[in-house]
């Protein structure tokens, strides 16, 4: 079961890459709730082992006018990675917020971060850190950042001060707050 999850897995990267790279990638864009989203991405993601993820709803955001299908695989890459990189019992932290039509979310841990030299090549095709254990192909940041490319958004890279990485994704999109008016 792990090794046809895994292959799967790389089959998957190789095509999306293959779709950003030839321009043939559309968006599917629909409203989103993201707290749902991110939920669905927590229930998606193998065997956690020691390591922790923390996500509380935020009950104030609206509705998001977003390709969620491609935002959840972004999300998803990153924590796997951060799962596959940090050390048994690190914890994982998901925040989403809005500011003035932006989708904020933010994934960071409590790992050991990325060396400064190496943060600007992260995102490259292909890049693995050196020293890094066996197991990815260096696909699943470059079409995080891809997928957000395809949404005129940014997605950054930074050290945390107290230790660990902290990637953070702004989406400019068109937002509703109609999901509050199903209370009333």
């Known amino acids: 079961d792990t090794a046809s999850i895994r292959l799967n897995r790389q089959v998957d990267n190789l095509l999306n890459m293959s779709r950003l790279e030839s321009g043939i990638l559309k968006l599917n864009i629909d409203w989103c709730d993201i707290n749902e989203l991110i939920h669905s991405v927590i229930q998606k993601i193998p065997n956690t082992?020691?390591?922790?993820?923390?996500?509380?709803?935020?009950?104030n955001l609206p509705l998001f006018k977003i390709d969620a299908g491609l935002i959840e695989h972004v999300i998803y890459n990153i924590v796997h990675n951060a799962i596959l990189y940090t050390p048994e019992k690190s914890s994982i932290e998901i925040q989403a917020a809005d500011s003035k039509n932006k989708c904020i979310i933010t994934i960071a841990d409590n790992g050991i971060g990325?060396?400064?030299?190496e943060i600007h090549h992260v995102f490259e095709k292909f890049?693995?850190?050196?020293?890094t254990k066996t197991g990815g192909s260096g696909l699943g940041l470059s079409i995080a950042k891809g997928f957000?490319?395809?949404?005129?958004?940014?997605?950054r890279l930074e050290n945390r001060k107290n230790g660990g990485a902290l990637f953070t994704i702004e989406l400019t999109v068109e937002t509703s707050?109609?999901?509050?008016?199903k209370n009333e």
């Open 49 to 59: 082992g020691s390591h922790s993820i923390h996500f509380e709803n935020n009950e």
């Open 114 to 117: 990325f060396p400064e030299k």
């Open 127 to 131: 890049y693995r850190l050196p020293d």
């Open 148 to 155: 957000i490319d395809a949404h005129h958004g940014t997605l």
């Open 177 to 181: 707050f109609l999901n509050n008016l």
